[in-house]
């Protein structure tokens, strides 16, 4: 919601009084990405995230309950990976304490941080429920 104003009013400060709020569009580079990760992480972990369920409720249980496993395969895997390229990301960016050209130097690597946390929070996820799927098997 702050984020929400200050991108309001920043657009309003600019487009009417042509005196832009300084470094509103840098700090709003480093929230978002805790935000966006912070809420997939959330939607994951609680279970409101979109699910398409109408073929899977034609599924029998057997066949439901290997798809489950299959899937959290595929995002152990993906998020994995994505947590690495994002750690590389981060530290790279965090080495030479990157920084946007502007009026006020907001650090990069804070943003790129939220993301390394939020693909390896949802690696965690997916390796957790891939062996509550297992034991389930079993």
Same mark, same amino acid.
């Given at each position: 919601?702050?984020?929400? +104003?200050? &991108? $309001? ?7 009417? *009084? ?8 840098? #700090? ?38 290997? +798809?489950? &496993? $299959? ?7 993906? *998020? ?8 590389? #990301? ?49």
């Amino acid at each position: 919601m702050v984020v929400t +104003l200050g &991108v $309001v009013a920043d657009s309003a400060m600019r487009d009417l *009084f042509a005196r832009p709020i300084l470094g509103m569009r840098d #700090m709003c580079g480093v929230v978002l990405p805790w935000i966006i990760a912070s809420g997939f992480t959330y939607a994951l972990i609680t279970e409101r995230h979109v699910r398409v369920t109408v073929v899977v409720r034609l599924m029998s249980r057997t066949l439901r309950s290997w +798809l489950n &496993v $299959v899937v959290n395969v595929i995002g152990l895997i993906v *998020f994995i990976f994505y947590s690495f390229i994002a750690w590389q #990301m981060f530290w790279e960016s965090m080495l030479v304490r990157e920084a946007p050209m502007g009026p006020v130097a907001t650090p990069v690597y804070i943003g790129k941080l939220a993301l390394w946390i939020g693909t390896s929070l949802l690696a965690i996820e997916f390796a957790l429920r891939l062996i509550k799927s297992l034991r389930e098997k079993l």
